[in-house]
């Protein structure tokens, strides 16, 4: 399908803003609708962009409107599709950005919703694959007709996929997620453990629904039993479910935008962010008077490998929670954050959740074993108010996260961490950044900070074990078989050197600190 044929279509009411021959003739691969500002991650080539301009105002500047076409152009999006209602018409300075960028606009009029859209390009995408020569229709024609009238009417996949394999018997099938979080099953197929699920995502029988998707966010057509039916024909039936798939992942495009704005206010440098507009954010997110709010920071690679997806997917499998997921202005590449509703003011809920997701944490992991996913997740947020506390919460809770080591070991003691988990000195410094922890500990310790020096790494070894045997003389001596006047000639050496009286405890937990930041 083109950019041309949309316009052909009366149906829509689409008027052509500006585009030549060679835009309308681009091939439409398919169609994101998004309100951010700046959408180009969240892109595919060859994509429409279908925009209800909520993040334009009459008194922004041109180059609000030029850096939002340039992430178009820079992704490869083949035409924007404007929304009228918003302004009541497509800003005169979008359409001068777009043609600067040679980008094909069109006005999407009030009375066609984004959905007629989308509806009308994949399902004419469905029958133009099917229809190609060297691909012909596995499934029956009367079979095909069904399921683009219930993906045309937004049915449930439930009822999708049981109608997809009725005419094989409606055998047992599944669709599941990459987690093993079952998405649809038919009346024959019993309800199928997350375990056991997650296992079946890579059996035999199994078929990716979209392939293009992010690691964490596949969907899975299972058959538990084989079925004696051509592999062309479960291949259709799996694009049927992608199409149906793909229209879930633009809703969530969507909804990551509401939920950047979210995080935005809340990460807002004032002390709080106004409760009127923080109330508004929070319903525009479906989480209004869903308090305690908890929050969690996820980190990636430096780069974006699905970790929004990776996220979104988790919370899935928290029971009666609603959730946010987006990216902080201020967060780091191949971060994203949630605000989690807990719609419950027990105060057992933080405690769930972080069960929950520790246990999932090594499944979602393995989905893509070669980008370690780190999380931090915050305690319960009794207010909106108190949000901003959750998130910076959140945030320690990673870093110390990402730091925290099992003994003897390289590996982290846990790829999640809650603030609850931090009950120790040394896990409560783990969430102070490295830089930071580096710099305390050169001049806590001062000169013995210069381990190269073999005298100061055989004071550094005397203060390690006469700290850990809680300034025992005697058992300090017997660990390291030396003389009790040993033992006190070196203590003082180390007293001299950093300043310290090691008979005080504030001072022992300053070198202690000192040692473990090392």
Known sequence: MHVEDLLRLESLGLTLLWGDRPQLTREITGVTATDLEDPGRFLQRGELVLSGLVWWAPADDEAKAERFVAALEEAGAVALLAGEETHGGVPEVLVEACRRHGIAILSVPVHTSFRAVTDTVYLRQWGDLSRRPAAPYALPENVRAELSRLLADGTDPDTLLTRAVAHLGTPPAYVLSATGRTIARTPTAPPLPVRRAAEAVTAATTLSVDPDASAYAQWHLHLPEPVETPPRMLHEIAEVLAQHRRASLRRETT????????????DTPSSAAAPAALGRALEACGLADQDPYTVITVKGTATDDGTLDALTEALHHLTDCGFAVGRLP?????????VIGTRTRTDSGTDTIATTL?????????????????????TPATTPQNLKGALTQARYALTAARSRR?????????????????????ALLTGIPADVRTAFGIHALGPLADDTNPSHRMLLETLDVFL??????????????????????RIQRVEMLTGRDLARLDHKLDLKAALLCR
């Open 255 to 266: 909804a990551r935008g509401r939920a950047t704005d979210l995080l935005a206010l809340i």
């Open 330 to 338: 201020t967060g780091e590449p191949g971060e994203a954050t949630a």
């Open 358 to 378: 520790k246990n999932l944490w090594p499944t979602l992991q393995s989905r893509n074993a070669k980008v370690p996913l780190h999380a931090g997740i915050s």
């Open 406 to 426: 099992a003994p003897g070991t390289e590996a982290p003691t846990s790829n999640l961490t809650a603030i609850e988990d931090l009950t120790t000195l040394d």
């Open 468 to 489: 850990t045997h809680n300034g025992s003389w005697a058992r300090t001596a017997e660990a390291l078989h030396l003389h009790v006047n040993t033992v006190h000639y």
